[in-house]
Each structure stands twice: as structure tokens, then as C-alpha cells.
């Protein structure tokens, strides 16, 4: 079983729509979550942390569910911009603070 | 401004080289990763280094090597034996503790 799993997509939403993914990690002993973004070609750039108690950076939600092992990423409003591929990242102390990654989820807003 | 340098940003190879992918970093950090990513793929880690003179396997290192003689840099040699060799390859750095990651631009790799 992979250590994080994510649904590749791709989502395909219109400008304005409510967008929606979900990351299960397998190791209960993960420590720190993080979504990344990642442009086609490029690297990825770290979208948000997730916290215990959730968090929001303007259009964007994360939630942490520690007893069902899942976060999520809400995006609202989504622009043309928010294009991208949405990578999961699970950070592991107890395996030599390993970072493990999503194979990412493809989001495409459509005029 | 601080950050991870990545270089050359393409890469072409012969079957049978070796080849040295450069990574400096000016961020302080203690950790630095190699990341391989292939088409619809996720990262793979190839190397890690928690502190200078010490690294780890990652998941993928057959075919690999790597060097931490400085905390500023962390090069990756890609040897002839490693028969897959053309991919999307990303160094990364973290400061110790439970930080996010910062990229480099990455380098592509493509055997000719």
C-alpha cells in the first residue's frame, strides 16, 4: 500500500465552481501535512500547510481528519489560474523525516 | 534572495556516461532531497542528506550517487547503471524539524 494516495482526476470544473480533493495517508504516526502545487513542466511550490484544527488562505481550505487518515483541499471560486496539478505530501519523523508525496490530482478550470 | 539552484536545467546524455546534476542551496537548511518525477508519476526519492558528510537511500538510489561535503550543496551523479535514466529531476531542502519543502527548478534529463 502507498503511503499517500491521492485520485488523479482529472477534474475538469468551470470559472466559479467549488472544487474539491482528497489525500489518504496509511502511517498513523505522519506528523506534518502539506498541499503542493505544480504547474505543467515546473516544480512544485508549497500551497499551504494543513493544520489540526484546519485552515483557510483565501479561496482555499485545508482539513486534517487524523482518525480516518485523510486532508483534504477545498478550493472555492476557482479561477482560470488554479490550473494545475494538486500533489499530497506527508511528512514521517519516525522514518528519518521523510517527506512522502501524492502522485497528484490534475485540476483544470474551464472558461 | 534566498533559494535552491538547479543546474543546467536540460540535460543530454549519452548511453554509458555518467553524468553530475548540481543543487546549491543559500537557505541554511540541514536537509536536502533528490526527487525523480516521470510522466504521470509521483516523486520518487533517490537521496537524502540530514547533515553535512551523511546521506540516506531513498527509495530508487540503484544507478545513483551522491555527495554532501558542504551544507550548500548536494550533487547527484547519475551513473551508467542506471538503465532509465530520462526524467524530471528536482532537488529539494527543509530546515530541520517539520517545514515544507522548497524546490528547485529542476533539471531534465534525456538520454540520447
Known amino acids: 500500500r502507498k503511503e499517500v494516495e491521492q485520485d488523479p482526476g482529472p477534474f475538469n470544473v468551470p470559472e466559479g465552481a467549488t472544487v474539491a480533493f482528497n489525500c489518504t495517508y496509511s502511517?498513523?504516526?505522519?506528523?506534518?501535512f502539506f498541499w503542493y502545487r505544480q504547474d505543467c513542466r515546473k516544480e512544485p511550490k508549497l500551497l499551504m500547510s494543513?493544520?489540526?484544527s484546519g485552515n483557510e488562505d483565501g479561496r482555499f481550505t485545508a482539513q486534517l481528519n487524523r482518525a480516518s487518515q485523510y486532508i483534504s483541499l477545498l478550493i472555492r471560486d476557482s479561477k482560470l489560474s488554479d490550473s494545475a496539478t494538486y500533489l499530497c505530501?506527508?511528512?514521517?519523523?519516525?522514518?528519518?523525516?521523510?517527506?512522502?508525496f501524492g502522485t497528484g490530482t490534475s485540476l483544470t478550470v474551464i472558461p | 534572495d534566498g533559494g535552491i539552484t538547479q543546474s543546467p536545467k536540460y540535460l543530454f546524455r549519452k548511453e554509458g556516461q555518467n553524468v553530475t546534476l548540481s543543487c546549491e542551496q543559500n537557505?541554511?537548511?540541514?536537509?536536502m532531497y533528490w526527487y525523480r518525477q516521470d510522466p504521470g508519476q509521483g516523486l520518487r526519492l533517490i537521496y537524502y542528506?540530514?547533515?553535512?558528510?551523511?546521506?540516506q537511500k531513498g527509495d530508487i538510489a540503484e544507478g545513483y550517487s551522491v555527495s554532501r561535503e558542504k551544507k550548500e550543496s548536494f550533487p547527484l551523479t547519475v551513473t551508467s547503471a542506471q538503465k532509465n535514466p530520462t526524467a524530471f529531476y528536482l532537488c529539494?531542502?527543509?530546515?530541520?524539524?517539520?517545514?515544507?519543502?522548497?524546490f528547485g527548478s529542476g533539471t531534465r534529463l534525456t538520454v540520447v
Open positions: 529539494a531542502s527543509t530546515r530541520a524539524g517539520t517545514y515544507g519543502y522548497t
Open positions: 502511517n498513523s504516526a505522519s506528523q506534518s
Open positions: 494543513v493544520y489540526s
Open positions: 505530501v506527508v511528512n514521517m519523523k519516525n522514518t528519518g523525516n521523510q517527506f512522502y
Open positions: 537557505l541554511n537548511h540541514d536537509a
Open positions: 542528506s540530514q547533515i553535512v558528510n551523511d546521506f
